[in-house]
């Protein structure tokens, strides 16, 4: 009965690969999120979709592309993979303005 | 104690002890507030929330304080558990701004036997 569900857990890949994380939640909410958590446990908002529509969409290299094809559904796919990539990924879920709910993150490791 | 280094700032309280966190927020127009848990090889974990006509909300063992003076927000745990050892994130929220947190650095609390 998992809210949110991210797919896969980890990710081991070489530099100027591309892959996907997918994110489902079964919360009904509106909005969904990616956010990226460094080494250092900082973590910072990438995307926001509301209603399968961007609208946030902060600093981030054109090499990730958010795709939400319904509005329980956000995935992210990342072209030519950098070292500077390997972090956790996170996805969560809200409804208005009500706290996010996360998932337990994409632990990604380039080689 | 508390220290502040290349590292997490870490917080090691004594089992039954309380805990206090600690935390700056930057944007004096955010109006909602958020303090998260994260255990390891988890995603944060929903503790309690806090708007800003609130200067105080409990919840089970924990209390939010908040000084919109000073922009600070202090997470109270009475009597710490050893699962209550995680790193301890609060969040804040700009009502306008689709639901965009804002993340603080995070303190790492250790709770010893």
């Known amino acids: 009965d998992t809210a949110v569900s991210q797919t896969p857990k980890y990710l081991v890949t070489q530099m100027g690969n591309d892959k996907s994380i997918k994110c489902e939640q079964n919360l009904g909410h509106d909005t969904m999120y990616w956010y990226k958590q460094d080494s250092k446990k900082f973590l910072k908002i990438m995307f926001s979709y509301n209603n399968k529509e961007l609208i946030i969409n902060e600093t981030v290299p054109n090499r990730f592309s958010p795709k939400s094809p319904d509005k329980a559904h956000l995935n992210l796919h990342i072209n030519s993979l950098e070292l500077g990539d390997s972090a956790v990924y996170f996805c969560?879920?809200?409804?208005?303005?009500?706290?996010?709910?996360f998932g337990d993150g994409t632990r990604l490791s380039i080689l | 104690g508390e220290s502040v280094g290349l590292h997490l700032p870490t917080l090691s309280v004594q089992e039954g002890d309380n805990s206090i966190i600690n935390c700056a927020y930057s944007n004096s127009a955010s109006d909602y507030f958020i303090w998260y848990k994260q255990e390891s090889g988890k995603g944060p974990q929903f503790i309690i929330d806090?708007?800003?006509?609130?200067d105080k909300r409990q919840g089970q063992r924990v209390t939010v304080l908040l000084n919109k003076t000073v922009k600070h927000l202090s997470l109270q745990i009475a009597a710490t558990q050893p699962g209550d050892s995680a790193v301890y994130f609060c969040a804040e929220n700009t009502s306008g701004t689709a639901s965009k947190l804002t993340f603080g650095t995070g303190t790492r609390l250790q709770v010893t036997l």
């Open positions: 806090i708007r800003s006509n609130m």
């Open positions: 969560a879920s809200s409804q208005g303005v009500r706290p996010q709910h």
